[in-house]
Each structure stands twice: as C-alpha cells, then as structure tokens.
C-alpha cells in the first residue's frame, strides 16, 4: 500500500497540484487538515482534495471557517483569511468542512493520522520531550501529524531506549528532492509531511509525503512550484500582503 499524505494545503492550488504531478504513484491518500485559510483557492482545494481522496481530519482553519471553532486563538491576518474564506465558499463546501473528523484516526492499520497531536488536534508538537513521551505510551507504530508546517519527525524505540528527531537532509533549494527514511521493526515514528501551501520550515518549495508499508519506506519530498502565481491570487483577491509574500520565504 502506498499512502500520499498531504497536510496544510491552505487554498494553496498551484503548490497542490504541483505536488500531485510530482508525486510517485499512490494507492491512498491522508490528508491532515487545513485545506484552507490563508491562500485564494479554497473552494478548488476542497474539490480537488475530494477527487483523490476520502481519509481527512480536520484543522484549526477549517474548524474555523466552518464555525466549529471561534476566532478567538487566530492572529488578525488569520481570522481575516478565515473571513474571506468563508465568502467563497459555497454551502457544500461548509457542509463539508464542518463534517469533517477530529484526529485520531486510523485508517489503514498501524497509521493514525492527526491535525496537531494525539491528545490534542490544535497543539503545535515541536518540541522532543512532548513528542518522546507520546511515543512511549503508543502501540501504533506511525502517527502523521500537520499544524506545525515543519517537515520532519520523531522517533522511539521504548525496548532500546533509544530517541530521535528526524530532519531531512537536502542539498539543493530550486530543485525537488526527496530524503527517504527506512521504517524500523520496533521503532515508533512521529512523521510530519510538512506545509503543500504554506511551508514555515525555511524552505519555500512545497512539501508532501509518501509511505510505502510493504516496503516500510517513509519518503519526505520537496518540489519547487510556481509562487508567483500563488502571490499574485493572494494580493489580487485583496488578502494580506504577508500571506503572499510569506510563500518566498518558506516561513
Ligand atoms: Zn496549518
């Protein structure tokens, strides 16, 4: 089985379809939430989200946009893009964000996916401690997780004592690339697929992910997308100026 995951999308539809002609071939697809908010596509995010794909939870921005959730945790340059959002929107769009399921799931044995964390789907999960203990008290050998836009992850391996982080190592910036992890019997992972529309990692290009289970391959990738396109939607639909210029500098 061949899993793409997919993670914060935020109305980003150049990166997304970028990354879907970039990706290997896939059987299924995960998607960790926030398919909006913050970028000018979110109707056309949703609708190409559910052409690939039926395995969703849901994120901050699209509890938000739904009315799920209040404003009251987003920065103003936030809740406004939750606010022009939701005029784009149409009521089916509405309907399914709003329908969509809080984290954890499972859905392919030994893979639970989560917006932020397992306990928590709004919790920002960067730091080692937090994510060593979460390890710990699993039995599920692979959680994917979003929110943070950082790429990456943690590992466990409880019986050895033995602790993590993972960081891929990439060499060029203007090309794709992929850093490839070998899934280890006994090891327990925390893998972030990293941002498709809005990466926060320092790095610009577009991020996705793919998991092979009989291979037990974890592949992160990195392809370079057209950001001007995206920038020019932002500032043509009269968003923030930073959400725009905030694609070129991966942060
Ligand atoms: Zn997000």
Known sequence: MRILVLSDIH??????????????????V????????????PGEVID???EIGTVFVRG??????????????FNPIAALAVRWTQKQLTPEHM?????????????????QCVHGSVSDEDHYLLNGYEAFKILESTEIPITVFGHTHVQGGFRGDPANDNWGTITPDYRTRPRAEEHTLKLLKGVRYLLNPGSVGQPRDGDPRAAFALVDTDAAIFTFHRIP???AAAQ?????AGLPDRLA???AEGH
């Open 60 to 73: 901050n921005h699209d509890k938000a946009c739904a009315g799920v959730s209040s404003l009251e945790d």
């Open 225 to 227: 997308y057209d950001i």
């Open 95 to 111: 309907e399914f964000l709003r329908a969509l399921p809080k984290g954890p799931i499972e859905p392919e044995p030994g893979i």
């Open 11 to 28: 109305a980003n539809l150049e990166a997304l379809e970028t990354c879907l002609a970039a990706a290997p071939p896939f059987d299924r």
């Open 245 to 247: 210029a905030r694609l």
């Open 30 to 41: 995960f998607n960790l939430g926030d398919l909006v908010g913050y970028g000018a596509n």
């Open 48 to 50: 190409r989200s559910r």
């Open 232 to 236: 020019k939607k932002i500032r043509d």
